[in-house]
Structures are given as structure tokens and as C-alpha cells.
């Protein structure tokens, strides 16, 4: 009988342990949606989105499901028409394959507002796939698609916080430095 009673002694314990856990996430989640502003981060940040570039295949920029947005890859293509081009570790050095990534993430910033028309409507980047034009003996394809994620974490803040893989190709389309996709979790109408 002491056993049962110490037993449901223990799962009150941890109820009420779980409830005043569960409490705190709600404030925490009610100021952090008060704070939320990505429109207001890109100004703060001096970043200006542009008009998408089209798609050069048969495929689109992107493609919904219900509450969740999968982004075609997109490469570093900048705001004088060219591609940051090149392999890391031969013609680029990380520094510069963190740009062409942050490059990248402002090009897939793009086609997200062009679909959404306020990126306030992103409730969570939840996958980032980064790859990186790099010669065989290169290992810091995470360093180089660095420059997409802290750009995410910039604008969106633990919502811009994401599961990743940064991996290396031997070679990309047009030899661009970098290809990254993206799957997007958005608050619904």
C-alpha cells in the first residue's frame, strides 16, 4: 500500500512539476510572439529584398502544403545580376563562401515574402539543406552555410533556429559557390 501511495505521490509530483513547466513556455511564447517582427529586423538590418529570380527550369520557387513552404534551391545571385561563383577551398575562402551564403538566404527571403507578402506569417524555418561547391579535400561546408543560418537567426530570432545539413558537392550548377533549400513552417489565415 506505501508503495502505491509513494507511487502516486511521484506522478503528482511531476504533474504539477509539468504544469508549472508548461506555464512558464506559455509566457515565454506569449512575449516572444510580442516581440516578433522580421519586417522590422530587415530594416534594422539594412536588408532589401528583391523580386525573385524566376526559375530556370521546369519547377517553381516554391510549393505549399497546408502550413508548411518547400523552397526550390536558390544560389548567391546578387543585386548586379551575377553569381558569387567558385569552388572553397580553390577560389573561394570561407569568408567568402559565408557570404555567397547569406547572399543566399536573402534570395530565398525573396521568393518567402513574394508568397506570403509579410514574412511576420513564419512561425518557424524547420530545414535548412546547404551545399557547397568545394574541392574534395574541403571540410568546412558548416562554417561557409553558417552565413544562411545566422542570417535566419538574425531575422527570426529561436524561430530562425533550424535542423540542417551543410554538405559539399563537386560541382553546382553555373559553378555557384553555394545551393541552399529551405522548408518553412507559416501561421496560418
Known amino acids: 500500500m506505501r508503495v502505491y ?7 503528482f509530483i511531476f504533474s504539477c512539476t509539468q504544469s508549472k513547466e508548461e506555464g512558464k513556455m506559455k509566457d515565454k511564447d506569449s512575449s516572444y510572439v510580442k516581440d ?11 536588408i ?4 525573385p529570380s524566376p526559375p530556370v527550369a521546369n519547377y517553381v520557387n516554391m510549393v505549399r502544403v497546408g502550413n508548411l513552404i518547400f523552397l526550390s534551391g536558390k544560389g548567391p545571385l546578387q543585386v548586379n545580376g551575377e553569381n558569387i561563383t567558385g569552388k572553397l577551398g580553390k577560389d573561394l575562402s570561407i569568408e567568402q563562401g559565408y557570404e555567397a551564403a547569406r547572399v543566399t538566404a536573402i534570395n530565398q527571403l525573396s521568393v518567402l515574402k513574394s508568397e506570403l507578402g509579410n514574412l511576420n506569417r513564419v512561425k518557424r524555418i524547420v530545414k535548412v539543406l546547404g551545399m557547397v561547391n568545394a574541392i574534395p579535400d574541403f571540410t568546412e561546408h558548416p562554417k561557409v552555410i553558417n552565413g544562411y543560418s545566422d542570417l535566419m537567426v538574425e531575422v527570426f530570432g529561436d524561430r530562425g533556429k533550424h535542423a540542417r545539413a551543410a554538405v559539399g558537392m563537386g560541382s553546382l550548377p553555373g559553378n555557384i559557390a ?8 507559416i501561421e496560418e489565415n
Open 5 to 11: 501511495a509513494l507511487l502516486i505521490l511521484m506522478i
Open 36 to 46: 516578433y517582427d522580421p519586417e522590422a529586423r530587415l530594416v534594422e538590418l539594412e
Open 48 to 51: 532589401q529584398l528583391s523580386k
Open 178 to 185: 553555394v545551393e541552399i533549400e529551405m522548408i518553412v513552417e
